[in-house]
């Protein structure tokens, strides 16, 4: 069992940054591949970005490739997103997920776990 807690969220203006985090629960969270998902009001949970259980491998969403960087430390149970030249586009509700099988996955059925998610807002 694996529990997440997001954080970091906020009220930010376009082109400035943010960083969340997502805290875990649990001795097995460096065996877990980790995803950053994010939903808009009306709208689906869609992938952001993945990464591994060692850090070694990671994946982002076209829409953020080259703005948001998804890194984790096992050490502190904590998986991370940081965004950078923030848009309007970007306002959502952000979750992160965890799963056991350790490697990159971009849908949200292959995640077990989820956090209950933090609002990003980005005022244009």
């Known amino acids: 069992q694996v529990q997440l807690v997001e954080s970091g969220g906020g009220l930010v203006q376009a082109g400035g940054s943010l960083r969340l985090s997502c805290a875990a629960s649990?001795?097995?969270?460096?065996?877990?591949?980790m995803g950053w998902f994010r939903q808009a009001p009306g709208k689906e949970r869609v992938f952001v970005a993945a990464?591994?259980?060692?850090?070694?491998?990671?994946y982002h969403a076209n829409s953020v490739k080259g703005r948001f960087t998804i890194s984790r430390d096992n050490a502190k149970n904590t998986v991370y997103l940081q965004m950078n030249s923030l848009k309007p586009e970007d306002t959502a509700v952000y979750y992160c997920a965890a799963t056991p099988s350790g490697v990159i996955v971009t849908i949200t059925a292959g995640y077990d776990y989820w956090g209950q998610g933090t609002q990003v807002t980005v005022s244009s």
């Open positions: 649990g001795r097995t969270f460096s065996r877990y591949g």
């Open positions: 990464i591994s259980w060692s850090g070694g491998n990671t």
